[in-house]
């Protein structure tokens, strides 16, 4: 049968602004793609990476381009060997998860493999902010029954900011994220102090065209890759320099490289953390199947804007509940 993507721009409101190291947002910029061979439809979402320069225009043109040859690609296994693992790729590759899904009627979990947990424990992030807001974020989570917090950090006040946080919710795990903004000395200065605050797990200190100097560091806290760590091919040399690699399906290209990249990562006994971007339940679906396999999930974009979609996720007291098969996969 023939197929037919058809793509659509759209904006999704944070409950407030949302700041963190390198940039500040209103809103969350995501693409859907809709994938139908004209009996079923398939669904993906991807966001805009920053990093890699990535802008609305710039993706919503690759995504075009992908749909005007979507029939002569016909497969995932084809999207991949074509389209290199880039934001556009992920959309596209999770809808054609999805299209599988619904033309063999069976779940996801029995395309991938992976076993169903009905739901897990995740981490709700607090952005930087003026440290009363930020503590007041942080007591209000705690009261919803999240028991992980994310702390978005830059290169100032990182432990008095940290310490009022871990005293205004003492019995919290933390997880710092500095998103590339630390020097080496500053991780080697401020790294044992953390240990002390219920710090579980710093993220992506350095720069990650600056890491390999944590291949000569002992950490006291574990260290997750984020912009250092993009798809399975670096796996070894990253197994060098972290304990721990962030996987989000707008670098991965997809779900079908995101599960790649946690097999590879646990056969080298890395720890592993599921990340998003900005995603509604649509994108954070997907997400959710690769969380399962992971230590630590940061799957709570959903919850940070005004509004989700229609039938995604539910959040209680700290865990997210696994999505329903007649939402996506």
């Not at 993906?44 to 995504?63: D, F, H, M, Y």
């Not at 200190?205 to 390999?212: I, K």
């Not at 760590?229 to 991965?252: G, H, M, P």
Request: glycine residues 6%.
């Amino acid at each position: 049968m023939a197929l037919e993507m058809i793509v659509a721009f759209q904006e999704w409101p944070y409950r407030e602004v949302f700041t963190f190291a390198r940039e500040t947002r209103q809103s969350a910029q995501l693409y859907v793609v809709h994938l139908t061979d004209g009996t079923y439809v398939g669904r993906g979402e991807c966001g805009i990476q920053s990093l890699k320069n990535e802008t609305p225009e710039i993706v919503g043109a690759e995504l075009q381009k992908i749909a005007a040859q979507i029939d002569d690609i016909g497969s995932r296994a084809q999207l991949n060997r074509l389209i290199p693992a880039r934001s556009w790729r992920n959309a596209v590759d999770c809808a054609f998860w999805d299209l599988e899904c619904k033309r063999s009627r069976q779940s996801i979990w029995q395309l991938t493999g992976v076993g169903k947990i009905p739901k897990f424990e995740v981490d709700l992030t607090i952005g930087i902010n003026a440290l009363e807001k930020m503590c007041l974020g942080a007591r209000d989570a705690v009261s919803r029954g999240y028991r992980l917090l994310k702390i978005k950090a830059d290169a100032n006040n990182v432990i008095s900011t940290v310490h009022a946080i871990s005293q205004a919710v003492p019995r919290v795990s933390l997880i710092v994220d500095a998103n590339e903004a630390w020097s080496m000395d500053q991780l080697r200065s401020v790294a044992p102090q953390l240990s002390k605050m219920n710090v579980v797990l710093i993220e992506q200190p350095l720069h990650h065209e600056r890491d390999s100097e944590l291949e000569k560091f002992d950490s006291p806290i574990p260290i997750c890759a984020d912009e250092s760590c993009a798809t399975s091919e670096n796996v070894e040399l990253l197994a060098r320099r972290y304990d721990a690699l962030n996987i989000k399906l707008d670098k991965t290209g997809g779900l079908t490289e995101a599960l790649n990249l946690a097999r590879e990562a646990k056969k080298r006994g890395l720890g592993l953390m599921m990340g998003c971007n900005g995603a509604t339940s649509l994108g954070n679906a997907p997400a959710y199947v690769v969380g399962s396999l992971c230590d630590w999930r940061d799957v709570d974009s959903q919850e940070m804007l005004f509004e989700d979609r229609a039938g995604g996720m539910m959040t209680r007291k700290g865990d997210l509940y696994a999505f329903d098969e007649a939402f996506w996969g």
